[in-house]
């Protein structure tokens, strides 16, 4: 019994290591589908409910963010043109920001911080050795 669960064991930590091994050499693949996908999600956005819609206000909430890159990606979708900036973007609880960009979340600099710093890890890894 006790071989058993040490197979299991090494099963399981073999494939945490080959997914680990896969994530890295397809990172940037993986970031790119990321981004290409949030950009086609954020031109289909509406606010009847649809589950892309709702992950796109968690997202937005749960960062503090507004857009791919920033609050001007909304400018480019129908929701925009018909009703403004969606709720998700808003810095503050319970305003309707609609077309004013100073009331929207466009504090990227957090993550763009950790993207450079990830950046220069990855650049730098050779030359510690």
Request: proline share 2%; with cysteine; charged share 25%.
């Amino acid at each position: 019994m006790l071989k058993l669960y040490a197979m299991f064991l090494t099963l399981i930590f073999l494939v945490e290591l080959v997914a680990a091994i896969v994530g890295f050499v397809f990172r940037h693949e993986i970031k790119n589908s990321f981004k290409n996908n949030y950009e086609k999600i954020l031109k289909q956005y509406n606010s009847t409910g649809d589950y892309r819609s709702d992950a796109v206000d968690k997202i937005q909430n749960k960062l503090h963010c507004c857009g791919v890159t920033d609050f001007r990606d909304w400018k480019d979708t129908n929701y925009y043109s018909e009703k403004g900036f969606p709720k998700s973007c808003c810095k503050l609880e319970n305003c309707s920001p609609q077309r004013d960009a100073d009331k929207v979340n466009n504090e990227l600099i957090g993550i763009f911080l950790a993207y450079c710093l990830s950046r220069a890890i990855t650049n730098n890894q050779y030359e510690i050795v």
